[in-house]
């Protein structure tokens, strides 16, 4: 039985992560996502960037779950995202009622005045540089501002080789417990949650693109490629930085 004690800072680094690993692996993420509300009532946060995996764990929290406090979703506006994204994420926030937290890059609100300050497409001159500005600070930022003791991302292991032996618990490099609830999920569970509770959806997910990020940094993916095989085509990257 999982325990429903809240967590200190301390207790954080003093959870045993290899036992509560074993009692997790073959559990729903419901179960997950429980104890996780249960064990930090008022700083538990979900980052989200909208895609299906994410939508499932909002759904699962905001819809199943209900906490006494709602959960809030972290959304981190790069200023070059598809239309279709930011037109789900207003959409999720009105259906949900989403305690949704925006946080982008400082000091410019727009791909014009990014462009003026860092230079034109300056993924292509820089990607790591580019994802500093506008994921990676703007996460610490966010997670410090709500006050984070835990995030729950919405990675599985089957999504890319990278993240092959991804553990569901772990902590991050601040020492904030981090949640990934649909570690031991596939893509087709997820996908047959959605069709099961009628999930909204990115529409660019029925057009060949599986894995959603920056609109300049996301192709369309192939029959038989992984599925963020979309993301930083060309480039060796595979991952933006804010999970490593």
């Known amino acids: 039985m999982a325990s429903h004690t809240t967590l200190s800072p301390v207790q954080i680094s003093q959870l045993d992560l290899e036992e509560l690993n074993q009692r997790f692996e073959k559990a729903d993420p419901k179960e997950i996502i429980a104890w996780a509300v249960s064990n930090f009532p008022t700083r538990l946060v979900q980052t989200s960037a909208f895609n299906i995996d994410d939508l499932v764990i909002t759904d699962l929290i905001y819809r199943k779950l209900k906490p006494a406090k709602p959960v809030p979703v972290l959304f981190l506006d790069t200023l070059f995202h598809f239309r279709e994204t930011l037109e789900l994420v207003a959409k999720a926030k009105r259906i949900y009622h989403l305690n949704l937290k925006v946080s982008q890059t400082l000091n410019v609100n727009s791909r014009e005045e990014f462009a003026a300050k860092y230079g034109e ?24 501002e709500l006050k984070a003791g835990a995030w729950i991302t919405g990675r599985r292991r089957d999504q890319a080789p ?34 099961e509770y009628d999930l909204i959806y ?38 933006c930085g804010i999970h490593l």
């Open 121 to 144: 497409a300056l993924w292509e001159k820089d990607v790591a540089k580019f994802h500093e500005i506008t994921k990676i600070e703007p996460l610490q930022r966010g997670l410090a």
């Open 162 to 195: 990278t993240r092959a032996h991804m553990p569901i618990l772990e902590l991050d490099n601040q020492g904030r417990l981090k949640i990934n609830p649909l570690a031991n999920w596939t893509r087709k569970e997820s996908w047959a949650y959605a069709y």
């Open 202 to 239: 990115n529409p660019l997910h029925d057009r060949g693109y599986p894995s959603i990020g920056d609109e300049p940094l996301t192709t369309k993916v192939g029959q038989g490629e992984d599925e963020r095989a979309g993301r930083w085509r060309g480039m060796s990257k595979t991952e």
